[in-house]
């Protein structure tokens, strides 16, 4: 039966805390220590040539003609954002957007963020698996409860995992939290392709209704604040794709909902998710 308890250790609550506690510590730390760098970085970069902040960060981001140097950049900075918790991510994945425009933009972003989700799995598969356990239990319950969800419906654990992409949870939760199945990196990587491949609408579109206003600024050229200034379709696109994401997400949430009790025929007894579980509360 599915609630069946396996033989173990037992821990104690204390000791669970303290590791939640411990993992949630770390990586709020890997945030920090990365805004930290960030930091220094400006203040260094002011102190060399002190032109002002925002020209030196307009001129940073926004390079005057982009190439493919920049795109492998913002390639890069997308995968940080998957990688350390970071506020904001989704509003500064609209940036690529902005400066190359919207199918340049889902390009970059896409490739940015499946290269991040690489890293994130292959990290927290190998190194992160207990930690991530007691951090998403203690902290992230209703999180916990889905991926639970998915180790009892390992038959289709891919259009679980697929949805699970759509949950209104950080990026960090989903990207880390499926590192404590024990499934294949190829599955856990393709269940991310459908949801990436949303949000890098959403986000490039968002981001290229200002990629005309982005050029006139690199440019040096006056902004137009009036239609002209912006582009229609794009906040078409955009609107569209954010609905679109917000009413699935709605759908995944009662989907596990519905399913969340149900038991499996045949969920292995080798996943890591669901016997950690039960043991702890024993």
Same mark, same amino acid.
């Given at each position: 039966?599915?609630?069946?308890?396996?033989?173990g @250790? *037992?821990?104690?609550?204390q +000791?669970r805390?303290?590791?939640? &506690?411990?993992s949630? /510590?770390g990586?709020?730390a %890997?945030?920090?220590i990365?805004?930290?760098v960030? @930091? *220094?970085?400006?203040?260094? +970069?002011l102190l060399v040539?002190? &032109?002002?902040?925002? /020209?030196?960060?307009?001129r %940073?981001l926004?390079?005057?003609?982009?190439?493919?140097?920049?795109?492998?950049?913002y390639?890069?900075?997308?995968a940080?954002?998957?990688i350390v918790?970071?506020p904001?991510?989704?509003?500064?994945?609209?940036?690529?957007?902005?400066v190359?425009g919207?199918l340049?933009g889902v390009?970059?972003?896409f490739?940015?963020?499946?290269l991040?989700v690489?890293?994130?799995?292959?990290?927290?598969?190998?190194?992160?698996?207990q930690p991530?356990?007691?951090?998403?239990?203690?902290d992230?319950?209703?999180?916990?409860?889905?991926?639970?969800?998915?180790?009892?419906h390992e038959?289709?654990a891919?259009?679980?995992?697929v949805?699970?992409?759509?949950t209104p949870?950080p990026?960090?939760v989903?990207?880390y939290g499926?590192?404590?199945?024990?499934?294949p990196f190829y599955k856990?990587l393709?269940?991310c392709?459908?949801g990436?491949?949303?949000?890098s609408i959403a986000c490039a579109?968002?981001g290229?209704?200002?990629h005309?206003?982005?050029?006139d600024?690199s440019?040096?050229?006056?902004?137009?604040?009036?239609?002209e200034?912006v582009n229609v379709?794009?906040?078409v696109?955009?609107?569209?794709?954010?609905?679109g994401?917000?009413?699935?997400?709605?759908?995944a949430?009662r989907?596990?909902?519905l399913?969340a009790?149900?038991c499996a025929?045949?969920?292995?007894?080798?996943?890591?998710?669901?016997?950690?579980?039960?043991r702890?509360?024993?």
């Amino acid at each position: 039966p599915c609630g069946a308890r396996r033989g173990g @250790a *037992v821990r104690m609550p204390q +000791d669970r805390e303290a590791e939640s &506690v411990c993992s949630s /510590r770390g990586l709020a730390a %890997l945030g920090g220590i990365f805004l930290l760098v960030c @930091a *220094v970085v400006l203040l260094v +970069d002011l102190l060399v040539d002190p &032109v002002p902040l925002h /020209r030196r960060t307009l001129r %940073l981001l926004i390079p005057a003609e982009p190439t493919a140097v920049h795109a492998f950049g913002y390639v890069g900075f997308v995968a940080v954002l998957m990688i350390v918790p970071f506020p904001g991510a989704f509003v500064l994945m609209a940036i690529p957007g902005a400066v190359f425009g919207f199918l340049r933009g889902v390009v970059v972003v896409f490739g940015g963020m499946l290269l991040g989700v690489s890293v994130t799995i292959l990290l927290g598969f190998n190194f992160m698996q207990q930690p991530l356990r007691t951090w998403m239990r203690s902290d992230f319950p209703k999180a916990f409860r889905m991926l639970r969800t998915i180790e009892r419906h390992e038959g289709n654990a891919m259009t679980f995992l697929v949805l699970f992409r759509f949950t209104p949870f950080p990026f960090f939760v989903k990207n880390y939290g499926v590192c404590m199945l024990k499934l294949p990196f190829y599955k856990l990587l393709l269940s991310c392709v459908p949801g990436h491949t949303w949000t890098s609408i959403a986000c490039a579109s968002s981001g290229a209704i200002f990629h005309q206003s982005m050029a006139d600024i690199s440019a040096g050229r006056a902004v137009r604040l009036d239609l002209e200034g912006v582009n229609v379709l794009d906040m078409v696109i955009a609107s569209v794709s954010l609905v679109g994401f917000v009413l699935t997400g709605v759908y995944a949430v009662r989907f596990y909902e519905l399913h969340a009790e149900d038991c499996a025929e045949g969920a292995s007894e080798s996943t890591a998710l669901v016997g950690e579980a039960e043991r702890s509360a024993a």
